[in-house]
Nanobody
Framework: QVQLVESGGGLVQPGGSLRLSCAASGFTLDDYAIGWFRQAPGKEREGVSC????????YYADSVKGRFTTSRDNAEKMVYLQMDSLKFEDTAVYYC??????????????????????WGQGTQVTVSS
């Protein structure tokens, strides 16, 4: 049973921080890339970050680069997204998903989310003053 479960979302003020967690089960996390995506009401799902399965290289959307950091702990089967300097436009439901390792480098390709799978239910992040 392959499963990913997101947690850690909540309500924060602009400039605040949150750390999202993605708990993996049912597969060997080391073998897959894990991406973070988000979807705001009325908008398409967009790639936020991705961490590869090999050397752990990370990739980020331009909109979050320098503010968000993704990391992984394969032994504990956990992937994290540290979000700092949050902005109103970061408000969305955040999801983690898995993919074959090479796909991380295609994070900026339109509709790349279609090649990721095992989506969880997501966790809501709301940035409001």
């Amino acid at each position: 049973q392959v499963q990913l479960v997101e947690s850690g979302g909540g309500l924060v003020q602009p400039g605040g921080s949150l750390r999202l967690s993605c708990a993996a089960s049912g597969f060997t996390l080391d073998d897959y890339a894990i991406g973070w995506f988000r979807q705001a009401p009325g908008k398409e799902r967009e790639g936020v970050s991705c961490i590869s399965s090999g050397d752990g290289s990370t990739y980020y959307a331009d909109s979050v680069k320098g503010r968000f950091t993704t990391s992984r702990d394969n032994a504990e089967k956990m992937v994290y997204l540290q979000m700092d300097s949050l902005k109103f436009e970061d408000t969305a439901v955040y999801y983690c998903a898995l993919a074959q390792p090479p796909l991380c480098s295609y994070l900026h390709t339109p509709r790349i989310y279609r090649l990721f799978g095992s989506w969880g239910q997501g966790t809501q992040v709301t940035v409001s003053s």
